[in-house]
């Protein structure tokens, strides 16, 4: 069976998971099941089709199990949320046709993507510029502690970040192709450690101070841990030096601990984290009224769930349990509702979609490549974790949204985008030799 035709028929599963989750919802509100489930199913099932199309016409040897696997995570967030808000699924349902068009125009037009190094200094500063805009006074805005999104007043609202990790990753990828023999062999060996040449180390230290730039101004640890791991994973792919990644996250550490505890809204981001269930602080800050909560919903869950559609999201009197169960708190939500193994399977589901990435950069037949593969799946699986990690407080809680399945359009859009680049390495890599 060709590469195509096991594509296709791996995105029944995620029609049939729309049409499943749906009825759950009709079944669990009004103890009846409707035929507009089978509509919902079969309206997924056609818009992946249209991008399946769109691949078998343009990417014949592109890996086959990416889009599926995306197309899964894609249906069963629009069910969550739809659980959750049937307004903001309509929404996220809008967001995934966007971003399904955004992803064939990058196809199309971005069939031979090496000649993004052309333009990588100017893809570096229109990444930095969106880092910033949050902060512009007028445009950017504030919610829940933390500078994340753009509001642009009767149009839209979106979160740079997410875009921004993309022309990053190009700028790095680009960079380190270039330099990566001068990083291995130049400059001076001290204690064992070769230290490179400051000039063609620069940009890589620019890119740390950027990272705690983003902690200080946006007051945002996950968008600075996503492209700083994203940094360190090219970073020892193009060098194998594994001591630059120890340096790299030595002074990583340092920093965050610093600001963590000499800047005070990061400081109270990181003792919510320490101390949720502190009456002080449960009382007096959402953030740790979030995680504590948080925390319950995933332990109500257990092994098994309490059922779909079952978890307690809002008070008796008006107002949330859970703020904000359809981003950050989707994953104590999915917890709750389908139990230990449910969230386990999610998770499967997203690794199975890394492997298939780092797979794509290891069989890439160029520097550049392998490098902006590697980067794109680090940084979308670094995403997943800092998220997790938040939820289950592995790490302090941050805004940053569960790829493919957290209600936001950014998200979806900028994630549907790195899928393209993703499969558009794949093919390069899986052609035939001539």
Known sequence: MSARNRELIALIPASLLVTAGFA?????????????????????????????????????????????????????????????????????????????????????????????????????????????????PGVGYQANGAYLGVRIPGLFVFQPAEFAKIGLVIFLASYLRDTRQVLVTGGRRILGVTIPPIKHFGPIVVIWGLAMGIMVLLSDMGSSLMFYGGLLAVLYVATGRLSFVVIGLLAFVLGAWYLGTHIPHVHARVEDWLHPFNPHLYNRTLGS??????????????????????????????????????????????????????????????????????????????????????GLTAVFAIQVFVIVGGVTRVIPLTGVTLPFISYGGSSIIANLVLLALLLLISDRARRPAR
Not at 57 to 72: E, G, I, K, R, S
Not at 76 to 86: E, K, L
Not at 335 to 344: D, I, N, P, Q, Y
Request: charged share 10%; hydrophobic share 55%; net charge positive.
């Open 24 to 136: 759950g919802v009709f079944i669990q509100r009004s103890n009846a099941l409707s035929n507009i489930s089978l509509t919902y199913g079969a309206i997924f099932l056609g818009l992946c089709l249209v991008g399946h199309i769109v691949i078998r016409m343009t990417l014949p040897n592109a890996d086959p199990y990416m889009f599926p696997l995306v197309a899964a995570l894609a249906s069963f967030g629009i069910v969550m949320i739809y659980r959750i808000n049937p307004t903001l699924a309509r929404q996220q349902a809008q967001w995934f046709v966007l971003g399904l068009i955004l992803f064939a125009a990058t196809i199309i037009f971005f069939r031979d993507y090496r000649k993004l190094e052309r333009y990588r200094y100017t893809i570096v500063l229109i990444s930095l510029g969106l880092l910033i805009l949050p902060r512009v």
């Open 289 to 374: 009224y979030q995680l504590a909560n948080g925390v319950f919903a995933q332990a109500a869950g257990g092994m098994f769930g309490q059922g779909f559609g079952q978890a307690v999201i809002t008070l008796p009197g008006g107002g949330f349990l859970l703020p904000a169960p359809q981003t950050d708190m989707i994953y104590a939500v999915i917890t709750s509702e389908l139990g230990l193994f449910g969230a386990a399977a999610v998770l499967i589901v997203y690794l199975l979609f890394i492997a298939r990435g780092f797979k794509a950069a290891v069989l890439s037949r160029d520097s550049f490549s392998t490098l902006l593969a590697t």
